[in-house]
């Protein structure tokens, strides 16, 4: 009797389910895709990061299930962020061998929707996989960029720059109130805020800030030294990444290095224009003590 041979699709028969399972472990991988097949879905498996990358590429899937660690260029972090943006209503897990991954869930749910730590329950993984896809997307993390970060954490920002400013003993020897310890930052932030939302190349000469050049006229003329106006930008950048780190639950990671970078690069042009005006102003003030006491000068 010949063998039966399986007839086209029919619209009786459901539609599987796609996972892409990525793991360097050959038996991880054959074992785990015979039980996910046995519960109904199909898998097409990666033993590396290139591997994986290329199937997303050329592929459709539903699922990935991707180890966080593997030997070779990249890990998992790089699959799921390749994942969303090819497939933004896949459902993404991340597993690790490490059970202190557990511990640092806050920080890798930002790209991935779960973490599921080895050795893996098969009952409970299937299990997660079916309710994740009942529950789609909608219950995945809200994902924002930098700039919207910024811009929606300004001003918890500058009072937590505030809070680390008065807590440096040579910097509160300028006695200020908190507006003008203050006045430039709320200007700063719509400059970062503008600078991320409108990229410039790697090397490209900062934009000229107006208000970064009044900055240090300003600052000099209360009373900072050269020394102080540097604490303070540095202890700003220490603030503002504060920020991004409280808000790592939601910041979009495939952002998140340009995003740093050009924080950075701002916050540091801000402060060379603001140096440059205040060794301005430090040579008119003195050109201006000289003449008090030799008009001659």
């Not at 409108?198 to 240090?216: C, F």
């Not at 006229?217 to 700003?236: K, P, T, W």
């Not at 409280?246 to 952002?255: A, I, R």
Request: glycine share 4%.
């Amino acid at each position: 009797m010949p063998e039966a041979k399986a007839g086209p699709l029919t619209l009786d028969q459901p539609v599987l389910k796609r996972i892409l399972l990525v793991d360097d472990n050959q038996m991880i991988r054959e074992s785990l895709s015979a039980v996910l097949e046995l519960n109904g879905f199909q898998v097409v498996v990666a033993a590396n990061v290139n591997d994986a990358l290329r199937l997303i590429g050329a592929q459709t899937f539903d699922v990935l299930l991707t180890d966080l660690h593997m030997p070779e260029a990249g890990d998992g972090l790089t699959v799921v962020s390749a994942m969303r943006h090819s497939h933004p209503s896949a459902v993404t897990f991340i597993f690790s061998c490490y059970p202190e991954m557990k511990e640092a869930a806050a920080a890798i749910l930002m790209q991935a929707d779960e973490i599921l730590v080895k050795p893996l329950e098969v009952a409970k993984l299937v299990d997660a996989i079916k309710d994740r896809l009942t529950l789609g997307k909608a219950a995945g993390r809200v994902v924002e960029n930098v700039a919207n970060i910024l811009e929606l954490e300004t001003q918890s920002t500058i009072n937590d720059w505030l809070l680390r400013v008065e807590l440096e003993p040579e910097i509160i020897t300028v006695p200020l109130d908190y507006e003008a310890r203050c006045a430039h930052l709320p200007q700063l932030f719509r400059d970062l805020v503008t600078r991320l939302r409108h990229p410039l190349p790697l090397g490209t000469r900062a934009r000229v800030s107006q208000s970064a050049a009044e900055h240090g006229r300003v600052r000099r003329n209360q009373g900072y030294s050269a020394a102080m106006l540097v604490e303070e930008s540095r202890m700003l950048q220490v603030s503002i990444f504060q920020t991004l780190q409280n808000n790592l639950h939601k910041v979009d990671f495939s952002l998140l290095l340009v995003g740093v970078m050009s924080i950075a690069d701002e916050v540091d042009s801000q402060l060379a224009q603001s140096m440059a005006s205040y060794a301005a102003e430090s040579k008119t003030n003195d050109l201006t003590d000289l003449k008090s006491i030799d008009p001659s000068r």
